[in-house]
């Protein structure tokens, strides 16, 4: 993919041309591009898609096609389920959205795959747009190891049987208040046109209010409004408007829980359709029955044992969590064989110690098992008591809960932070955190290495006000002064020098920085990242070179037009003679500079300007070329080709070329003086026709005689030979 992204044609999209793009956006899509993890940026109001190669499985056939394009492009479901979130972050009212456990379908070696991934929507800052927020960062952490397709579908398939049983078709909620994300099963997405997987995951409540019918959801907010703030059970029936425009009528029920500090905390409840309920009104008390018994459902778990007659139950629930069929009769053997072997000790410990008259009758422990359905590792929560008669455990009774996903998030955070740190080492930023009240400093290993420090040494704000270069230390202190201050509270953004204390190199450094600040306006505690930007200045100072090589070119070139549009245009001969000789001066001028170009403006080697020379006057044929290999600087190549032009159009207009039989020599060798190298080059042309001396000398014969010995601090004769023109030249090789 960073192949793809470097040879893709940016100008057709929004963001037009790489080289014109953001530094945020350079260094972000850099960084997506070199992690090993999922990782996609959506960039600028398109939100325009950049993304990894670990990203790629998960855009199916859309892979390679959907770079570049913008969110506009996406399936329907999934524009609907995440343009609030995105456009929110793009606006700077949201810091971020994460999904959990969500079901992604992708293609991995040619062949439809599902998994599960936790997904993030963070906002990429850039300075250079309105409102600061440049672009929305995707990252993907893969979880499917933990959560299966299979487990999703039996879940959704209990929900779908005890829809049937209670009410025909049911589907459930949850609504974390305090997050704001609302988790629903399949049916309820379905029912407001939302991508299940997305339901599943987590939403803002927002983005389920669409479907609601217009002149019911004002009543419902009110409703859902009030249940929150007060708490308690509370029912409705409204109107949704299906995606093919047809509406259908639901009923809720649910319960609100406040926290320990008395605000809103949960919202949790079902929806039946109830649509045909409506038609059939004798049925209305069988409908609220069944959802009664939909909405007591706790999901967990039941189980009843009688150890004195060796008698077990266990519901339905405890049957999907331990993956047990419908009419499997349960068994001690059954439940010894499906604990995990290194936990099945402390199982059988526990329940000896909760069935013993002498202990205090309870269990309450955590334990994994092998299910029974598909063999995989789940984690179980249960709470239970034994209850007595004498010295007999007559009842041992619980529930049981799933809490994979309870004891997996410890794992997830950690990859998380496996993830931000990889992606911290891919941009080769440093990090550091300064406690403004007790001096200490913490410095990362790059930090360290940024500042020529050895790594681990003690560290305190005088070490890194002592490796800043003396020229940048006003500069850097007045900016942190500004950050501090409590008054103003800038933010800490400068660009410096380093001298590396141990190491003695100087670098360029990128670092930012947030001071924060405690009730009492105080500076506590200030944090930041620097990235080395070391290449990049010298990339800049070499540009500034190169530019100014190019003007000073310029500027030659210039001159050497003007000289020779002056001599050419002299009055002296027709304006058609004057243009053609122009014309043929300025194509000399032009080969010259080709031949330079593709040396870099380095210098060009004598063998290349003398055949080419007569590739444009004659070809190969006519000449005969001899010399030592000669490296010509610039200058002196320039002025060495425009001569030779010169004396190769004199000899087709009236030399040695002018006749089919004539040919040109072109000898050169090293003068064997002292000093500096100089360069002997001679030009003969025979078996043309005869010669006679002019009776003036034209532009071509000064710029030779006069203009050449002048650039090339030497000099040169031209004799006119019966026989053919002899030209001779004595030029300094570094002119």
Request: hydrophobic letters at 40%; a negative charge.
């Amino acid at each position: 993919m960073a192949a793809r992204v470097r040879t893709y044609d940016w100008s057709r999209t929004p963001l037009g041309p790489r080289e014109a793009w953001s530094p945020a956006l350079r260094l972000t899509s850099e960084m997506v591009l070199a992690a090993s993890v999922p990782m996609a940026l959506r960039w600028g109001p398109a939100l325009t898609l950049i993304y990894n190669d670990a990203y790629a499985p998960t855009l199916a056939d859309r892979h390679p096609d959907a770079l570049g394009s913008p969110f506009a492009a996406t399936p329907a479901p999934v524009r609907a389920a995440l343009r609030a979130v995105q456009e929110a972050i793009l606006r700077g009212t949201s810091r971020g959205f994460a999904f959990e456990n969500l079901p992604v379908r992708l293609v991995r070696d040619g062949a439809p795959q599902s998994a599960n991934f936790t997904v993030a929507y963070s906002p990429v800052p850039d300075e250079t747009v309105e409102g600061g927020v440049g672009g929305v960062l995707v990252t993907a952490v893969e979880i499917t190891g933990a959560i299966t397709t299979a487990q999703t579908t039996r879940d959704a398939q209990a929900r779908y049987q005890m829809a049937r049983e209670v009410a025909g078709v049911v589907g459930a909620w949850e609504w974390d208040i305090r997050t704001n994300k609302v988790y629903a099963d399949a049916r309820y997405a379905e029912l407001h046109n939302i991508a299940p997987e997305f339901a599943e995951a987590g939403l803002p409540v927002q983005s389920y209010t669409p479907a609601i019918h217009p002149e019911d959801r004002a009543r419902i907010r009110q409703v859902a409004m009030e249940a929150a703030a007060k708490g308690g059970a509370f029912s409705e029936e409204y109107r949704l408007i299906q995606a093919d425009g047809s509406t259908r009528w639901v009923y809720t029920r649910g319960q609100s829980y406040l926290g320990e500090d008395g605000q809103p905390a949960r919202n949790t409840g079902v929806i039946v359709d109830v649509t045909e309920r409506k038609k059939v009104e004798a049925e209305l008390a069988a409908a609220r029955a069944d959802l009664d018994l939909a909405a007591e459902a706790a999901g967990l778990g039941r189980w009843d044992h009688k150890p004195h007659i060796g008698q077990r139950f266990w519901d339905s629930r405890a049957r999907v969590i331990f993956g047990l069929s419908p009419d499997e009769a349960p068994s001690q053997e059954t439940f010894e064989r499906l604990l995990h072997p290194d936990d099945a000790p402390r199982v059988r410990a526990a329940v000896a110690a909760a069935t013993d008259p002498a202990g205090d009758g309870a269990i309450n422990l955590e334990y994994r098992i092998r299910r029974d359905s598909d063999g995989a590792v789940r984690w179980v929560g249960v709470f239970g008591r034994g209850y007595f008669e004498g010295d007999k455990c007559v009842r041992f009774v619980g529930v049981a809960s799933d809490v994979t996903e309870h004891r997996e998030a410890v794992d997830r955070l950690v990859r998380q932070e496996e993830t931000l740190r990889l992606a911290v080492d891919a941009a080769d930023v440093g990090t550091w955190d300064l406690n403004l009240e007790t001096g200490e400093l913490f410095w990362s290993d790059r930090c360290y290495a940024m500042m020529g420090v050895g790594a681990g040494q003690p560290i305190d704000i005088d070490t890194f006000e002592a490796c800043i270069h003396p020229d940048d230390r006003a500069r850097v202190a007045d900016a942190m002064r500004q950050a501090r201050d409590p008054a103003i509270r800038a933010e800490y953004s400068v660009e410096f020098r380093t001298l590396g204390r141990d190491d003695h190199v100087e670098r360029w450094v990128n670092t930012r920085g947030k001071v924060f600040f405690g009730d009492d306006g105080k500076a506590q505690r200030f944090v930041g990242a620097v990235v080395n930007i070391t290449d990049r200045k010298r990339a800049e100072l070499h540009l500034r070179l190169l530019v100014n090589e190019l003007n000073h070119r310029v500027k030659n070139s210039l001159a050497t037009i003007q000289a020779i549009a002056a001599q050419s245009f002299t009055g002296q001969r027709s304006l058609e003679q004057a243009q053609e000789a122009f014309s043929s001066r300025i194509l000399a001028l032009a080969e010259a500079h080709d031949l330079l170009t593709r040396e870099n403006w380095e210098g060009a080697d004598l063998h290349d300007v003398t055949e080419r020379v007569a590739a444009l006057h004659g070809g190969a044929g006519r000449f005969d070329l001899s010399g030592p290999a000669v490296r010509l600087s610039p200058k002196t190549a320039l002025s060495l080709s425009m001569a030779l032009h010169e004396l190769a159009t004199n000899a087709m207009k009236y030399g040695a070329l002018s006749t089919s039989e004539g040919r040109v020599r072109v000898a050169w060798t090293l003068a064997p003086e002292p000093g500096a190298p100089r360069l002997d080059l001679t030009w003969t042309e025979r078996d043309g026709p005869p010669v006679s001396p002019p009776t003036r000398r034209g532009f071509g014969s000064r710029l030779i005689e006069r203009g050449l010995a002048a650039e090339l601090s030497g000099a040169a004769t031209i004799d006119f030979q019966p026989e053919g023109v002899v030209c001779r030249i004595r030029a300094l090789l570094e002119a």
